[in-house]
């Protein structure tokens, strides 16, 4: 009896071994779930999030743009800034974004802090200023009481406003994805047709860029390896940040976790779907052209890779007083 247990023991722990040494030498690894965050600041920075009054018209908030029901962003091409201003370039999913190397398409944001005030004060976006957005909050009470219990502090400002809301979008995280549950271990978390998607994408060389625990995101690359990319819209990428030619039309790799919910695909949108955008990446990066089938499979291995999407209460805001300067939404 004994015996018995302890071989039983002996055999679970071998194949916790396997799976563990199996899950090591893959290129990708599961999102872990979020850890050592300010919950104080998350509650904050979530209000701050859904709050469209941080914009001129009073009608944009982050979530117009990067809509928490729809994978962390607009699924358009690109997104509707400021008074039905088109903008220039697509808007990235902001789930998993905390794992960036930095933010935005060209890397010119070191990371979500500095990034988050940009929309605010960015005209074809929410089309404020920092100094506004900041007379709003300070004109609704339940603002000025929420600051003080987080910061310790009577006053509000930008930099509180975007470091609430860096919190907040740590939490985006997107865990227990089924390709995750196969690296943990779970070998029916994945069909046949699936596996043979993922070993396209590795033995291709897909993985060369798109690897890690976001599957991309750590790594500025060329758009256009082994053959030029049409682009239609002017965005250079990464030199109009270093000023170097030898970056142009680098972009940072992007996520391809949760990515059958966040298309259309690339810096101009103009994939509309996965097959397309899993054509052209053979094509461009890699000077391969898959067949029908081999396309199929890589897209049904990408679909596996949407995870938990964040679930929270919807936040309610606190009203507007008398002294909150009106929005603007036309003038
Ligand atoms: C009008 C639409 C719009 C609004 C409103 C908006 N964004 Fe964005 N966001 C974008 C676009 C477009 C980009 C890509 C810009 C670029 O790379 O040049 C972007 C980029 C980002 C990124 C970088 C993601 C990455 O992978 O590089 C984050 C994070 C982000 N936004 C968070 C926010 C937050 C927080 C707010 C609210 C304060 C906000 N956004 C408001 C459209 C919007
Ligand atoms: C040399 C690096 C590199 C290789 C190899 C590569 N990619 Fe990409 N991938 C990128 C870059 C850079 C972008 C963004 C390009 C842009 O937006 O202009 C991208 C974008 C994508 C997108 C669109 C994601 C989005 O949210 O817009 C998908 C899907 C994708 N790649 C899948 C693949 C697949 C599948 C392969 C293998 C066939 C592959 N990639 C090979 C660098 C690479």
């Given at each position: 009896m004994f015996f018995k247990l302890k071989t039983i023991t002996l055999l679970l722990i071998g194949t916790a071994a396997v799976a563990t040494a199996a899950r090591a030498a893959e290129p990708i690894q599961p999102i872990k779930p979020v850890q050592s965050i300010n919950l104080a600041q998350v509650e904050l920075g979530k209000k701050l999030y859904f709050d469209p009054r941080l914009s001129k018209s009073g009608f944009i908030s982050c979530n117009s743009c990067h809509n928490l029901s729809m994978g962390g962003t607009d699924n358009l091409k690109t997104s509707i800034g400021d008074h039905w201003q088109q903008g220039p370039i697509n808007a990235p999913t902001v789930l998993n974004s905390s794992l960036n190397v930095a933010q935005f398409w060209d890397g010119r944001a070191a990371d979500l802090k500095a990034q988050a005030g940009g929309p605010i004060a960015n005209p074809g976006e929410m089309g404020f200023t920092h100094q506004l957005a900041v007379s709003v909050l300070a004109s609704i009470p339940e603002y000025v009481v929420e600051f003080k219990q987080v910061f310790g502090d009577d006053s509000i400002d930008i930099d509180k406003v975007t470091v609430a809301i860096a919190e907040f979008e740590?939490?985006?995280?997107?865990?227990?994805?089924?390709?995750?549950?196969?690296?943990?271990?779970?070998?029916?978390?994945?069909?046949?047709?699936?596996?043979?998607?993922?070993?396209?994408?590795?033995?291709?060389?897909?993985?060369?860029?798109?690897?890690?625990?976001?599957v991309g995101g750590n790594s500025f690359q060329k758009m256009g390896v082994m053959e030029p990319y049409q682009a239609k819209s002017p965005a250079e990428g990464l030199s109009a940040v270093t000023g170097k030619d030898a970056d142009r039309f680098k972009f940072k790799v992007p996520t391809l976790r949760n990515v059958a919910m966040t298309y259309p695909y690339f810096h101009d949108g103009e994939a509309e779907t996965l097959t397309e955008a899993v054509d052209i990446m053979g094509r461009l990066q890699l000077g391969k052209q898959f067949s029908e089938q081999e396309n199929a499979q890589i897209v049904a291995f990408l679909k596996t890779l949407t995870g938990d999407q964040p679930s929270f209460l919807l936040p309610i805001l606190p009203p507007s007083t008398d002294r909150t300067p009106p929005p603007k939404p036309f003038g």
């Open positions: 740590k939490t985006l995280v997107t865990p227990n994805s089924r390709f995750d549950r196969w690296l943990l271990g779970d070998k029916d978390a994945l069909t046949p047709n699936e596996l043979a998607g993922y070993d396209l994408f590795k033995n291709s060389g897909c993985i060369a860029c798109h690897n890690g625990e976001a």
